[in-house]
């Protein structure tokens, strides 16, 4: 008998037995052609992702709000687009930047509705019974005229003690107000986080802090984008929010470095929802452009989804060497 292949067997039974021992792997992007402006939801052990309108030329076509599936943020498969049609409270624009949440059973969508230049963008709201939609429009829940602040796009919504908040704002500062009760409208006033140089605001609860991620830089100039997160804290969602040497937010320049471009990728930036894996590490996606392809055929920006992990370092989020990776590495992992 030929024993050399006990040792051969036992592997093979410890990698069956142990399915944590397995070292799955993944390489950026996660997900070609676009997928600008993500937003990411989980139910239970599924991930939906969301993006801007865009048209992906030869590459898919158009798409109004694109709905992405995973098990495992590493590979998604398109499941269709979130709205049937396009709403109609605007005689023309882009539906942009959405951010979905699960709310009271149903899942809202707030979305930015634009175009470049716009001097009265606003921001929507959708509702759908499933995270796929339909998506049933609402209406507008403000525009830049109605609550006093240009640019008012690039939605996040916050629930917290039974009270319902969005954030929003695009270079002309962040701004949180609370929400009526039904979600649909902005009360009471505005509070103002941060200042002109961001957009794409997310938050982030850890350890007793808000952590307020935003993109500063310009994010459609294909491989010439400088688009970058960064980030600041507070102990209150109303802040003040500063960054890691002290500065406030409100003052132009400021916030600590998550992530910017390098040479194989521009423009990483307008970041998702932080997802924990199931060996508690966390993970940040955000939209990106390879350089060597950083524009579709039709000279739309090739926004593609990116992922990499979070390195929590004196309680300040930062990605390894503060840009993308385009080198195998360590998959998320989720117990099956």
């Known amino acids: 008998m030929n024993w050399s292949f006990i040792p051969f067997f036992l592997s093979l039974f410890s990698l069956i037995s142990n399915p944590e021992s397995q ?11 676009v997928l600008a402006d993500p937003t990411v939801l989980r139910i239970g052990n599924q991930f939906y992702a969301y993006g801007t309108e865009d048209n992906w030329a030869e590459e898919g076509g158009y798409h109004l709000v694109p709905v992405l599936k995973s098990t495992d943020l590493i590979n998604w498969d398109l499941q269709g687009d979130s709205f049937e049609s396009k709403p109609s409270w605007k005689p023309k624009g882009g539906i942009w930047a959405p951010d979905v949440t699960e709310v009271d059973g149903q899942y809202y969508m707030y979305y930015s509705f634009s175009t470049w230049g716009d001097p009265n963008p606003g921001i929507g709201l959708a509702i759908s019974k499933t995270p796929n939609g339909p998506f049933i429009d609402q209406g507008p829940v403000f525009t830049s005229e109605e609550i006093g602040v240009k640019n008012s796009i690039d939605p996040f919504y916050w629930e917290e003690n039974g009270k319902k908040y969005l954030i929003w704002g695009s270079f002309h500062g962040l701004y949180l107000s609370e929400l009526t009760e039904d979600g649909k409208k902005a009360i009471g006033e505005k509070i103002h986080l941060a200042g002109n140089h961001l957009e794409a605001s997310y938050i982030h609860f850890r350890n007793g802090f808000y952590y307020l991620f ?123």
């Open 23 to 33: 070292n799955h792997t993944f390489q950026n992007p996660v997900f070609e052609p």
């Open 214 to 336: 935003g993109s500063a830089g310009t994010c459609c100039e294909g491989e010439n984008s400088s688009y970058r997160v960064l980030v600041g804290r507070a102990s209150k969602l109303e802040g003040p929010y500063l960054d890691q040497h002290g500065k406030s937010l409100l003052e132009g320049g400021s916030g600590t470095l998550v992530i910017q471009g390098n040479d194989q990728v521009a423009g990483p930036g307008h970041n998702a929802e932080i997802i924990t894996d199931d060996h508690n590490q966390d993970w940040l996606l955000y939209h990106g452009m390879v350089r060597t392809k950083a524009r579709l055929s039709n000279g739309a920006n090739r926004r593609s989804l990116f992922l990499d992990p979070i390195q929590w370092e004196s309680d300040w989020p930062t990605i390894l060497n503060q840009s993308p990776n385009l080198e195998e590495q360590t998959a998320p992992y989720f117990q099956e």
